[in-house]
């Protein structure tokens, strides 16, 4: 475990080191210069024992007092206290045995002087200034020795200086100041929100301290924003998910109400909310009122029981009703192994049985418009083309009973007869058309409808005529059920007409190619010389209605006999009606 110090103190230390080194250096120097004081004064005095010596020389012959006074003045230069200084204990051994040498050769030429030896003094002269200079030189040695040493120590002191600040610095980075960086950074971390936040270890108290506040403070910090993080995220996806569920809801209503209601626009809506909610299968089931059903399933279609997986086959389809006041249009199945959204389900299916009952309402409209119009065709073709087709038929037997035996012809009354016959026929064919309107109009189911006009067609024939409807009311649209109604009329007519059968059977039916098969069969004698289509006027208009609905109308033989009239013709792909 590492021992904790104290930052106050370290730095404390740090700051006595460098100052007791400055303080040294300092010292040292001002010893130094102090031991420096007189050099050159005692340089000055040194030299200037060479020019007195030869002043000596010149003052020999002089008068004697001028001479003593010259001797006392080079004395008094000799023992100075700035020459003096070579005695010294700090002066270097080769200086002071010098000063003492110049002192003992000045002795022999003083003796000299006073024994007026002057030949003798001028001989020594030379030795005597060479004895001078040598001292000069020590001198000058020993002042720029001491001035050499004051520069080493500043040099020494300088540089132990700087290995202080170096290690200082690096130390202060180090144990100081890369922690404080740390922490720095610790805390612009806590303040952009990230408090998963690693805090640095110190050996100092009070650094150590710091860190642990920071530390605690991020984990508070973070136990709060995580707590309220938590609940904004919750909150966030609850709406998210309702606003999400909201506009998938909303733009599958515009979807359905914009465009026209089939089984593309149920499927896609199912595949929607399949992907959306990452089910496994679903599917649309549709009651209509003939007890029949429709399934519209989502592109993957509805699972194999047989090849369902063991998973698969333990779950249970959840159903959720179609259901409006007591009107019950079928139901949406579910089939997954995640947890349903069940106020996601029950809003979808009741957006579906809404959108449904509001297509059927308008189709509806549409079909009893469209009956409206026929009945009003009706009318007005009864009340002016019927009156006035009787009125033919009146005027025609009228001309024939004008008409004198002398000038009725066999010509004229073969036109008489093609005249009655063809008025006849037309009235005839306004009475099954306006017969057929009818029809339409009391019952706007197509099954019922053709149930109706067959019924008709039994009692004025006698023929066995059987009716295999097996097609679902969607199927269909409003303006295609007249086509098939007069196309089916017609054919059956032609039937009991030309064929003269026992048995008539319609078979109406979707074939597994996805298209509406509509088979009038009967075991009369044929009908072959009716295939061509400009044979017969009404061929013709059956071959009309067939181009109408998109279909194709053809006659068959049976092998048993007999002939099979087969409509076929695409179901409607805009509206369900259901």
Partial sequence: MTKKGSLSST????????????????????????????????????????????????????????????????????????LKRSLTWYSPQDLTQQYLLVIEKWGQMRTFIETEQGRAYSDSLKD??????ILVLEMERFASLKLRALVIGQIIGLFLMLIVATAATRYTRKRMVEPILQLMDVANSISKGKFKVDVPQSEFIELQALGEAFKKTASELDRLYQDLEGQVNEKTIALTRANNELSFLYENLIRLHADTLDYKALSAALTQIQQFEDLDYVRLVIEHDDETIDSIEADNGWFDSSAANYEQAAVTPVKFNLQLEDKNLGYLEVISLKPLNNMLFVNFAMMLTRSIVIHNATEERQQLALMEERAVIARELHDSLGQLLSYLKIQVSLLRKKIEPSCMTQDVETQLIDINDGVSTAYGQLRELLSTFRLTIKDPNLGQAIEVMLTQLRKQSGINIELNYQLSAHLLAA??????????????????????PSRIEIDCFLADSDMIHINIKDDGIGVSHLK????????????????????????????????TVSLVFPPQQEPLNG
Avoid: C, W
């Avoid at 080191?17 to 340089?43: E, H, K, W």
């Avoid at 005597?128 to 200079?133: C, G, H």
């Fill in 11 to 82: 730095i404390l230390r740090l700051m006595l080191v460098l100052i007791f080194i400055s303080s040294s250096l300092a010292v040292y120097s001002i010893i130094n210069l102090t031991f420096s004081i007189g050099d050159a004064r005692a340089i000055n005095a040194s030299g200037s024992l060479r020019m007195q010596s030869y002043r000596l020389k010149l003052y020999l012959d002089s008068d004697e007092q001028l001479l003593k006074e010259k001797i006392n003045q080079f004395e008094t230069t000799l023992h100075s206290d700035a």
């Fill in 128 to 133: 005597f200034v060479d004895t001078i200079d």
């Fill in 479 to 500: 303006k295609q059920h007249i086509h098939v109604l007069q196309l089916t009329r017609e054919a059956t007519i032609n039937a009991i007409k030309h064929a003269k």
């Fill in 532 to 563: 061509e289509r400009d044979q017969h006027f009404g061929l013709g208009i059956m071959y009309e209605r067939a181009t109408k609905l998109n279909g194709t109308v053809k006659f068959d033989n049976n092998p048993q006999g007999g002939t």
